[in-house]
C-alpha cells in the first residue's frame, strides 16, 4: 500500500518515504511510528496505543517517544511548533491530520520468496553496485533488532563513501527484511551486482557478527567473515564492525571488478574496465607490471577526461618508477606525474581514492609533503575505511619524521585490510619507521616479510640491508646489498635525499650509515 499526503509518498511494500522525490532516510521505528499514524488516523491515539503497537509494549522512556515522534514529524516536513501533519492533543495522544490518499503499491502482491521478476528492474549500473541487507537478527532478542540495522545502516553510510561504488539506500535494501526472497532476485529488483547479508548472534555480554558477500549475478559467494565484541559499549562496537566490514569488503570488490574486466573483450573494454585492469597490474608491483598499467590508465582517461582516480594512478605508476629506480627520463616523468596528480585534486576534491595516490605523488614528485599529507588526511576524513589512505599516509609521515603515528596508520591500515594485494607496501613503511627508531629487528623482520612478496622492491632492499649491517649481521647486509646494486647500480649514497623524501637528518644518517657500512658507495 502506498499512502499520499503533502509531497510525501509512504511506500509500506518498500519501507520506503520520500519527499518531493527524494527519499528520506528513517529508523525503523520511526517508519513504524509513521504508519501507525497514518493507518489510525481517524482517533487519537494514544501512548500506551502507540507503545503496545510499535514498541510491542516494551517500556520506552517519554523522552524517547518525543524523539521518536519529533523525527516523524522531521522527516515528513512537519515541526512539533506547526503540527500541520501531526497532532499532540494534550493528555490524551497523537493523531495524524493530513489528508491522505491511499493507492495499491505498484509493486505486486505475490506471497515472499515467490515474487516475479520485474518487468522494469533497474539495469545494472556502469560502475560497481552493492546492496547491504538487514541482517537476521539470530537471538530472538526484540533489543538486538535495532542494535542489527544499526550496524547495517552504519555499513551502508561507510560505502556510500566510496566514489566508484553505486550503494542502494537502506530504505530500498530493508524491503527484504524478514522475507525469504532469493538473492538473485534481489541482485535483478535493485539492480546490483553485489549482495551484502549478515546475523547477530547476543549470548550474554557478547555479540557475534557474521557478513557474507555475494555476486547476485552468480549467487557466489565472495568474502565471509566474523566479527565478535562486548554490548559495554554498543556505540563503539557498532562504528568498529561496520569500520571492519567496509574496509575487508572493499579490495574483494574490486578484486571481483578486476576479474570480470579481465574477462571482458578488448572492443567492449570501458573507461572503468580499462581502470580495472591497471589496477590489476598496480598491485603486482613489477616493473613489467607497471610499464604495463601506465596506458591503461591513459586509456581510461583517454575515455573519460573526467576521471579522477585513473589520473591519480597514472601519477602513482610514476611515484613507482622513481622509487625503484626505474625512471628513464626523470625530469619529464617527474614533471608529467606531478601534472597527472595535481589534475586528480582538481577533479576529485570528494574522492578518497583519487585524494590518496594523488596526494602522495605530489609529495614524491613535486616535494610538497606538507601538501600530500592534508590530502591524505582528506581522504581518511572522506573515506575512514579505505586502507590505501592509511597506509600511504604512513609512508608520508615517516618520511616527515613521525614514525609512531606513521606505525599506527600502517596498523590501522593491515587491520582495515589483512588481505590486501598491497600488503608487501605497508610492510616496507613498517620497517621503515621501526628503522628510524632504532629498532632495528623489527626492522629486519618486516622487510623481510615485504621481501618475500617482492623481491624487486628497491626500497625494501635497501631496508634490509642497511638493518642488517646496522645490527652487526654482516654476511646477511652484504648479500642484500648486492641484490640491491642488481637492482639499481646508480643509487649511491650521495643521491639518497633524491631518491626519497627523508627531512629529518637524523633519519637519513641512520639510512646512509646503515647503507654504507652494508657496502653502498658514496
Not at 491515539?45 to 516494551?58: A, Q
Not at 608520508?396 to 603515528?405: A, P
Not at 634490509?464 to 646477511?476: D, I, Q, Y
Request: glycine share 8%; aromatic share 8%.
Amino acid at each position: 500500500m502506498q499512502f499520499l499526503f503533502g509531497d510525501c509518498v509512504l511506500d509500506t511494500d518498500r519501507r520506503e518515504l520520500t519527499r518531493a522525490s527524494e527519499v528520506i532516510a528513517t529508523g525503523p521505528q520511526v517508519f513504524d511510528l509513521l504508519v501507525y499514524l497514518i493507518q489510525n488516523r481517524e482517533h487519537v491515539v494514544s501512548k500506551d496505543d502507540v507503545l503496545d503497537s510499535v514498541w510491542s509494549g516494551r517500556t520506552v522512556s517519554e523522552s524517547t517517544l518525543t524523539s521518536q515522534l519529533n523525527a516523524v514529524r522531521k522527516a515528513v516536513g512537519d515541526s512539533g511548533e506547526q503540527q500541520r501533519l501531526i497532532r499532540t492533543i494534550p493528555r490524551k495522544g497523537f493523531r495524524f491530520v493530513g489528508e491522505v490518499t491511499e493507492i495499491q503499491s505498484p509493486h505486486g502482491c505475490s506471497p515472499p520468496g515467490t515474487e516475479p521478476a520485474r518487468s522494469d528492474a533497474p539495469e545494472l549500473p556502469d560502475k560497481p553496485s552493492i546492496a547491504a541487507l538487514a541482517f537476521q537478527n539470530m537471538s530472538g532478542d526484540p533489543e538486538q533488532e535495532y542494535f542489527a540495522d544499526g550496524v547495517v545502516e552504519d555499513i551502508i553510510t561507510a560505502l556510500s563513501r566510496i566514489r566508484w561504488l553505486f550503494v542502494v539506500a537502506r530504505n530500498s535494501s530493508f524491503t527484504y527484511k524478514g522475507r525469504a526472497v532469493d538473492v538473485k532476485q534481489i541482485g535483478r529488483e535493485l539492480g546490483v551486482r553485489y549482495v551484502l547479508e549478515g546475523s547477530v548472534r547476543k549470548s550474554a555480554n557478547r555479540v557475534r557478527i557474521t557478513g557474507q558477500l555475494i555476486d547476485a549475478t552468480t549467487g557466489a559467494h565472495l568474502w565471509a567473515e566474523r566479527f565478535e565484541g562486548t554490548l559495554d559499549d554498543i556505540f563503539e562496537l557498532q562504528d568498529r564492525v561496520a569500520t571492519s566490514v567496509v574496509g575487508e569488503i572493499a579490495p574483494q570488490l574490486e578484486r571481483a571488478e578486476i576479474e570480470r574486466a579481465k574477462r571482458k573483450p578488448t572492443e567492449n573494454l570501458n573507461a572503468h574496465d580499462y581502470y580495472l585492469r591497471g589496477m590489476a597490474n598496480l598491485h603486482l608491483g613489477t616493473r613489467e607490471a607497471i610499464d604495463g598499467a601506465l596506458p591503461l590508465f591513459e586509456q581510461a582517461i583517454k575515455l573519460d577526461p573526467d576521471f579522477a582516480p585513473a589520473y591519480a594512478m597514472a601519477a602513482w605508476c610514476h611515484v613507482w618508477r622513481k622509487v625503484n629506480g626505474w625512471m628513464t627520463d626523470h625530469r619529464r616523468e617527474t614533471a608529467e606525474g606531478a601534472r597527472l596528480a595535481r589534475r586528480a585534486v582538481e577533479l576529485g576534491r570528494d574522492d578518497a581514492v583519487a585524494l590518496t595516490r594523488a596526494g602522495h605523488a605530489l609529495a614524491h614528485l613535486a616535494g610538497d609533503l606538507d601538501g600530500g599529507i592534508a590530502l591524505l588526511d582528506r581522504a581518511v576524513m572522506l573515506n575512514p575505511s579505505h586502507a590505501a589512505a592509511w597506509f600511504l599516509g604512513g609512508f608520508l609521515r615517516v618520511w616527515n619524521g613521525e614514525h609512531d603515528s606513521a606505525i599506527e596508520h600502517f596498523t590501522r591500515a593491515m587491520r582495515l585490510s589483512p588481505l590486501d594485494p598491497e600488503s608487501y607496501r605497508m610492510q616496507a613503511g613498517m620497517a621503515m619507521a621501526h628503522m628510524f627508531e632504532g629498532r632495528l629487528d623489527a626492522a629486519a623482520s618486516w622487510a623481510d616479510k615485504s621481501f618475500r612478496d617482492l623481491p624487486s622492491f628497491l626500497l625494501v632492499a635497501a631496508i634490509v640491508a642497511a638493518s642488517h649491517a646496522l645490527t652487526g649481521r654482516t654476511e646477511e647486509a652484504r648479500r642484500a646489498m648486492d641484490h640491491l646494486r642488481a637492482l639499481d647500480s646508480s643509487l649511491r649514497i650521495s643521491n639518497l635525499r633524491d631518491w626519497l623524501p627523508i627531512q629529518r637528518a637524523d633519519d637519513l644518517a641512520i639510512f646512509a650509515d646503515g647503507l654504507r657500512k652494508a657496502g653502498l658507495p658514496e
